[in-house]
């Protein structure tokens, strides 16, 4: 099972969630792999089994500048065999908490198997920990099934 975290971050708070998500991958995924979107070839969708991505809200719900290419990538390609999570960080008090996140999860629904996501206030707290495993949980469930429908077809 081959999973990226591809994320952005400005404040460090989704860098934070991405290695909190990381960690807890790693418990039970042998090929993890953390990217910051800079780092991060897009011609390598299709090598991994899951594609995790995160990003922080900029403006008015919008998606940061950085993270375009890999929404375009996504957008305009559909691959239904590739298993994804959106998660983000934001600040509640701003009016489209998240908004990235869910201008994600609709590309990510049509294009991809958008299995789960995940928001959360600011910096991720101690209370986000079982929502962060449950989240992990998902996708590594839904990576092994698709496996097993594979290998049985």
Not at 22 to 47: A, G, S
Not at 101 to 112: E, I, M, Q
Request: hydrophobic share 40%; net charge negative.
């Amino acid at each position: 099972m081959r999973i990226a975290i591809v994320y952005t971050s400005i404040t460090g708070n989704t860098e934070e969630l991405a290695l909190l998500l990381c960690e807890q991958f790693k418990k039970n995924v042998d090929d993890i792999f953390l990217y910051r979107i800079e780092q991060f070839p897009l011609h390598t969708l299709e090598n991994f089994d899951a594609i995790v991505i995160g990003t922080y809200t900029w403006g008015n719900g919008d998606i940061p500048i950085e993270m375009e290419q890999i929404f375009q990538a996504i957008a305009k390609r559909e691959r239904k065999n590739l298993v994804t999570g959106i998660f983000g960080t934001g600040d509640r008090f701003y009016p489209y908490f998240c908004g990235a996140v869910d201008r994600f999860k609709d590309v990510l629904n049509n294009s991809t198997d958008l299995a789960v996501t995940l928001k959360v206030e600011l910096l991720p707290q101690e209370l986000d920990l079982n929502r962060c495993m449950k989240f992990v949980n998902i996708i590594s469930e839904r990576v092994q099934m698709k496996h097993q429908l594979n290998v049985y077809s």
